[in-house]
């Protein structure tokens, strides 16, 4: 029977009785199978979330788009195990195995056709994972890749996959090789690629200089095999950011080297006015290297022998050369240096200006590369206003973590009367500044207080979309409020909060808490309990929260207050959802769904993307598959998607293991669609 909830005219809030009235009903619908136990006897096995994702359908005779049945997904996944057969059993019989502490050098010396700093003991992906794409399709994906975006879980997804120990992409099926023949013999380990291996690697290497992350990146490269890491300018640089001045100068002096003897072979050549300029460029970044190498060790006569060699070139850099000038003096003689004279901070001249103890102007932060941002932040020299503007810009080209962020909005300092007023000071402030006193406000705050205050901080960031990064931020605080009956009207939003910052117990508390208060007819309560209760079902993995038909039906009731075409999209993406993790909508429930109410600009997935996406599926290739649904999302996120989109995401995410992280990506979803 259909419903009348449509009656009810858009915008109006429901009467408390009714509230009251549905909040009891809701709760007897909630309590009733509540008992893992009792679900197993009562809830049909369709409608565990445990269960594969039900298989989209297309019309047959169109090229390309389709989704692999149940069936297909298990053999994929099977097929994409790394452990043979009797390995997979010891491990069941000897569970502490996989708990070892697993050395990468070791690993990586053992096993040469692998390389990253993640193992998948550690949450990385599995080794292999890469393998069945071809190199060119894989590097074609990286540069489209927009990243980082204002989602925090595809900047997790895509961290495990470039730093995940993994093989390089060959182009071949996945197999399963046993580690002995019939004989019981070891078996010959294939010939390795390592020359392909070290172009992915340096493909992986451009990719994360790309975001900026420093840490990540100076332990990618320091843990490479040697002779791996190639003898580059760039790579010298990131060495240098990360503070292995010993590493740096040793690849200089060998480049250096190399770079000379290239040199001599050419004389009874003519080479290209091309070829020429390129040398010359490197020629003199190598001069310069061992010019600044020279003065850290001491050896000033031989750095000037370098300086003269420069000048012989013709490219005299009159800043490079003051800079080492001053780098040769005595500290206790050492005149100031203004960094204001820069106009652009390149990773040679930051060194040398790092290791002369001299500020880095503020100017200087905004025109600096990625890098030289995430290395600023760590800059003892940075004032503590500078410090925090190379973070927060470093933290949105996904450089720093939130953690490293929250540690420098900790250091800011304000009054008791800015803290007092903080709210009303936010008013006026669209300012990143304003974000970090909202911030400690809230952490200094009661609960209610805490509440209030974050409100203000949804807010603001709604209006820039980036909530999911403003949840993990304010994680701390979040955690710090206690479930009461004065926050009643607040429960939703912490609740929502600490689900985007992935602490998935502690949102289920103050589920229970809400649902407690229901049972009583509470209507605040009920309101919340219904908000609360899709985010709920769909971030937790177990049967702690019950799903019935009949639920869904009395969530569907609670959306009354919206508009038909609000609450009709809001409906599609749930329903869309909820299968993709296992459960099951009724017909009728979609059936109601069959009008021409849409509301919102969400976007479907582009069909090129689409294609490949849907192919790189069938064909089991799972990097692709995870690159391509990134690119699906976009710098705007999972919320920017429509339902079909986002829901198709969702299932690419778990068919290849990434349970956790599909959750994280609808929970984002969701909560950017009004959730």
């Known amino acids: 029977m259909k419903n009348t909830a449509h009656s009810t005219c858009p915008g109006t809030r429901p009467s408390r009785y009714f509230l009251s009235s549905i909040g009891a009903i809701f709760f007897v619908a909630l309590t009733t199978n509540y008992s893992p136990a009792q679900q197993q006897e009562e809830i049909p096995p369709a409608t565990q979330a445990q269960t594969e994702p039900k298989a989209i359908l297309f019309p047959s005779g169109i090229p390309g788009p389709y989704f692999p049945t149940d069936d297909e997904i298990g053999r994929l996944a099977q097929e994409r195990l790394s452990l043979t057969p009797t390995q997979t059993e010891n491990n069941a019989e000897n569970p502490t195995v996989l708990d070892d502490v697993v050395d990468l050098a070791e690993m990586i010396e053992d096993d040469n056709s692998v390389y990253g700093t993640l193992s998948e003991n550690d949450g990385g992906l599995s080794k292999n994972i890469w393998q069945p794409s071809s190199l060119d ?20 997804i895509s961290q495990k ?123 003199i ?66 060194t040398i200006l790092s290791l002369l103890d001299q500020p880095i102007e503020a100017n200087l932060i905004e025109n600096s590369p990625a890098l030289i941002v995430s290395a600023l932040v760590i800059n003892p020299n940075m004032t503590p206003e500078n410090r925090f503007q190379a973070a927060v810009k470093s933290y949105l080209s996904g450089g ?19 803290y007092n007023n903080a709210v009303r000071m936010a008013e006026f402030d669209d300012r990143p500044i304003a974000d970090v006193l909202l911030y400690q406000a809230a952490k200094q705050s009661s609960d209610f207080e805490k509440a209030e205050i974050l409100d203000v901080i949804w807010k ?38 600490i689900l985007l910052g992935g602490e998935i117990e502690r949102a289920i508390q103050w589920y229970d808490f809400a649902r407690r208060n229901a049972s009583g007819g509470n209507g605040e309560a009920t309101r919340a309990l219904i908000n609360i209760w899709p985010l709920a079902i769909i971030a937790s993995d177990r049967d702690e929260i019950p799903w019935s038909n009949d639920i869904l039906e009395l969530w569907w009731n609670g959306q009354m207050v919206l508009s038909p075409e609000n609450r009709d999209s809001k409906a ?82 778990r068919s290849f293991g990434l349970e956790a992280e599909a ?7 969701l909560v950017a669609n009004g959730f």
Not at 400 to 418: C, G, H, K, P
């Open 400 to 418: 720093v973590s939130a953690e490293v962020l929250r540690n420098i909005y900790d250091l800011q300092e304000f009054t008791v009367m800015e």
């Open 161 to 283: 996959l470039l730093l995940s120990i993994a093989s390089a992409p060959t182009g071949e099926a996945l197999e399963i090789t046993p580690l002995e023949t019939t004989e019981g013999e070891i078996a010959e380990r294939p010939e390795v690629d390592q020359v392909l291996l070290r172009t992915f690697i340096n493909l992986r290497i451009n990719e994360l200089i790309e975001r900026g992350n420093l840490t990540d990146l100076v332990f990618f490269i320091q843990n490479l095999p040697e002779a791996t890491l190639e003898e580059s300018q760039q790579n010298t640089e990131i060495l240098m950011l990360g503070g292995d001045l010993v590493g740096a100068c040793q690849m200089a002096r060998s480049a250096r080297s190399t770079s000379m003897g290239r040199d001599n072979s050419r004389t009874s050549f003519s080479a290209a006015p091309e070829e020429e300029q390129e040398t010359s460029l490197e020629d």
């Open 663 to 669: 959750r994280k990506v609808a929970i984002e979803a």
């Open 460 to 497: 603001r960031a709604l209006e820039n979309n980036d909530l999911p990064r403003k949840a993990e931020l304010n994680i701390e605080t979040l955690l710090n409020i206690n479930p009461s009956s004065r926050l009643m009207n607040h429960t939703h939003q912490i609740t929502r909060g």
């Open 572 to 653: 599609a993406l749930f329903y869309a959802l909820a299968e993709a993790f296992g459960h099951e909508v009724a017909e009728d429930k979609w059936a109601e769904l069959i009008t021409e109410n849409k509301a919102g600009d969400a976007k479907a997935i582009s069909l090129g993307v689409w294609r490949e996406l849907i192919k790189s599926v069938g064909e089991n290739k799972p990097a692709q598959s995870i690159l391509l649904s990134l690119n699906a999302m976009g710098q705007e996120g999972p919320g920017s998607l429509d339902a079909s989109g986002i829901s198709t995401v969702v299932r690419v995410l």
């Open 137 to 156: 399709t894989i590097e074609k994906l990286l540069v489209a890749l927009n990243l980082p975006s204002k989602s925090p879980i595809m900047d997790q």
């Open 285 to 350: 970044f190598w001069l310069k290297m061992i010019a600044f190498c020279r003065v850290l060790e001491e050896n000033n006569a031989g750095a000037e022998i370098a300086l003269d060699l420069l000048n012989e070139q013709g490219n005299i850099d009159f800043l490079f050369y003051d800079l080492v000038s001053k780098l040769m003096e005595q500290p206790e003689t050492r005149s100031r240096i203004i960094s204001s004279g820069l106009n652009r901070l390149d990773p040679l001249n930051y």
